[in-house]
């Protein structure tokens, strides 16, 4: 069964790095996402990505964030200049395109500690 | 904010059914209920949507008042690997709409 994958599964980083979290979509989904979810607090939206652009993203999703498919095959968040309270489960998402009842696919997350 | 409530816990008995409720009175005509689960920091895994009729799959079922402004999450034999959030989401149709999370129900199932 296809899946999305997701790495680092942990990174700890020290206050004002970069990090780059990656992610593996389903092959044929067009619809990428990316969600955090703080210790203890609900799964928040971040931001969806379609043909190369930004199609959404949330109030959190502020100019130290950015995403990427750099190739066919990766999608890629990056926080310029990490901050304590950035660090949080990242989890990725893909599903289909289209208007149809597209259910999302989430990956197992990326725990990003910072220090 | 999510347009759901959920109840925060609730407690099932393995091998027996564990029924799941939401409320979502305030669901557009054009708006589907999805369930997702998390298993403890997982990421949250699909288990089963519908607009109106009453669905099933491999892993639960759904059923939707006629009004659609509630529905039921069924696990037909809970086991203990079933224990986890329980998340119920209202969602217009289209891959590129994003799932705004509740707090969803905690659902413990004990031996």
């Known amino acids: 069964e296809p899946e999305v994958t997701q790495t680092p599964s942990h990174q700890v980083t020290q206050m004002g790095q970069e990090v780059i979290l990656r992610c593996v979509p389903i092959s044929n989904h067009l619809y990428f996402y990316w969600y955090r979810q703080i210790l203890g607090q609900k799964v928040e939206f971040l931001v969806s990505?379609?043909?190369?652009?930004?199609?959404?993203k949330s109030e959190i999703f502020d100019d130290q964030f950015s995403v990427e498919r750099p190739d066919g095959s990766n999608f890629t968040l990056k926080i310029r200049s990490t901050k304590l309270e950035d660090s949080a489960m990242y989890f990725c998402?893909?599903?289909?395109?289209?208007?149809?009842?597209?259910?999302?696919?989430f990956g197992p997350g990326t725990r990003l500690t910072v220090t | 904010d999510a347009k759901t409530t959920q109840p925060t816990s609730m407690d099932c008995a393995e091998g027996r059914a564990a029924n799941l409720p939401c409320n979502h009175s305030t669901i557009s005509g054009n708006e589907y209920v999805y369930w997702y689960r998390q298993i403890h920091s997982q990421g949250p895994q699909y288990i089963i949507h519908?607009?109106?009729n009453n669905e099933t799959n491999e892993m639960a079922s759904l059923i939707i008042t006629e009004d659609r402004k509630s529905s039921t999450l069924i696990l037909p034999h809970a086991t203990l690997r079933d224990t986890a959030v329980y998340y119920c989401?209202?969602?217009?149709?289209?891959?590129?709409?994003?799932?705004?999370f509740g707090a969803g129900t905690r659902l413990a199932v004990h031996p």
């Open positions: 990505f379609y043909n190369n652009e930004i199609s959404e």
């Open positions: 989401i209202v969602r217009v149709s289209g891959g590129y709409n994003k799932l705004i």
């Open positions: 998402a893909s599903s289909e395109a289209g208007s149809g009842p597209y259910e999302q696919y």
């Open positions: 519908g607009l109106k």
